[in-house]
């Protein structure tokens, strides 16, 4: 069973950045492709971010692109969010997950999620 679990969120002013961690357990996911994304009460899921198994090429929510960069440390099973310039809208509870392909990311039944990390960004 993998297990994902997120850290480095908490609360920031406008403008300031986090870097939110998550790492694997249970089994590698070298193979896997990771990614980030984003709830907020009453809305749905979004997507943040993906990165693919290698790390070799990553995919941004065009909204986001310039502000956040996804990577990841295969050896350590972790993939990480670098997030700067963060705006109040950014405020939403972040989740970790690993699924088989960076295409679809998220939307099979048996991909795997993480519990989540609060993220607030104050003005």
């Known amino acids: 069973q993998v297990q994902l679990v997120e850290s480095g969120g908490g609360l920031v002013q406008a403008g300031g950045s986090l870097r939110l961690s998550c790492a694997a357990s249970g089994r590698t996911l070298s193979s896997y492709a990771m990614g980030w994304f984003r709830q907020t009460p009453g809305k749905e899921r979004e997507f943040v971010a993906a990165i693919s198994w290698s790390g070799g090429s990553a995919y941004y929510a065009d909204s986001l692109k310039g502000r956040f960069t996804i990577s990841r440390e295969i050896a350590k099973n972790m993939v990480h969010l670098q997030m700067n310039s963060l705006k109040p809208e950014d405020t939403a509870v972040y989740y970790c997950?690993?699924?088989?392909?960076?295409?679809?990311?998220?939307?099979?039944?048996?991909?795997?999620w993480g519990q989540g990390t609060q993220v607030t960004v104050s003005s």
């Open positions: 997950n690993a699924d088989r392909s960076t295409r679809g990311l998220g939307s099979r039944s048996d991909s795997y």
